[in-house]
């Protein structure tokens, strides 16, 4: 990135689409591990616009409409909200850089960044695939339901925007824990994925190598990074930790090969549950995993 490059930080904290208490902290705990402060020092000029409001659990009524999918209307709700601001950032050329919560978040930034000019391209890296439906789910979490939503396949309260997400369109990375029914869809589907037995085979080079191909058509990235990804040894507050996770300079050289390929426009950073975390250690991986996708170097 440019040393003019303007950032918009935009908190979501929301807990709703998971059943794990403390996620709605995630956007304060990254907030506080430093990250304006450290964008700053890249050269780049920061502009926080606060948290997107979110219900409280404990007080949204139930609508019988959700059926399976927990939350479902009040999530697409919020991700509307997020959409929205999501697509103003953008259309005024900045990057923008979105701090769950959960990963329903992602309803919303993907969705607006399927509305901007030119060819959408997204790099989802995380241990699950998030690709269940309201009929596949094995227990009704929305966070699970994501892609699918983005391509359509799940109720209208989850369908943000008017753009859906194709399968060409999107590479799954650091994958290593699948539904049955995910590993049927993921074939279906043809959706492109890089497990992590693909990584510890080929490599972090070679595989970020052939991710970005695989995106080659692209002409922007959106990069939704959950920090689970990682493996729980260096990020143990989330939800859903699974060991096996990329090491530390396996992350770090995916974030400096995607700021080196220099397409990548908004990024989600979700997941960070600071009740689990120790010390923040989460939120501040998460920081130094941004640094270096915004362009920070060793030399």
């Known amino acids: 990135m440019t040393p003019t490059t303007t950032v918009h930080i935009l908190g979501v904290p929301m807990d709703l689409g998971q059943q794990r208490r403390g996620v709605d902290m995630g956007p304060s705990a990254v907030r506080y591990a430093g990250l304006a402060d450290e964008l700053r020092r890249l050269g780049c000029t920061v502009v926080d616009g606060g948290n997107i409001g979110v219900p409280i659990a404990e007080q949204i009524d139930h609508d019988p ?101 194709q399968s060409h369109q999107i590479v799954m990375l650091a994958l290593r824990d699948l539904d049955p029914a995910e590993r049927s869809r993921l074939r279906e589907f043809g959706v492109a994925t890089l497990t992590m037995s693909d990584i510890d085979k080929m490599g972090m080079k070679e595989a970020a190598e052939s991710a970005l191909r695989l995106l080659t058509g692209a002409t922007h990235l959106h990069v939704s990074l959950d920090l689970d990804s990682l493996d729980p040894s260096l990020a143990p507050g989330v939800g859903t930790p699974v060991p096996g996770g990329l090491s530390y300079r396996e992350a770090h050289l995916l974030m400096e090969m995607l700021a080196d390929d220099g397409r990548v426009r908004s990024v989600d950073v979700v997941e960070v549950n600071p009740i689990l975390d120790d010390k923040n250690k989460t939120g501040k991986i998460a920081v130094e995993l941004v640094a270096s996708l915004l362009g920070k170097r060793i030399l």
């Open 65 to 165: 409409s959700d059926g399976t999918a927990h939350n479902a209307t009040a999530i697409g709700q919020v991700c509307g909200e997020v959409y929205r601001a999501m697509c103003d950032a953008l259309g005024q050329g900045h990057r923008a850089i979105t701090l769950g919560g959960d990963h329903s978040t992602a309803l919303g930034t993907v969705a607006a960044a399927l509305e901007q000019p030119g060819r959408l391209g997204v790099l989802w890296i995380d241990a699950h695939a998030d690709f269940n439906t309201p009929e596949t789910t094995l227990t009704g979490n929305v966070h699970g339901m994501v892609v699918a939503a983005l391509m359509g396949q799940c109720p209208p309260s989850l369908t943000i925007g008017d753009a859906r997400l």
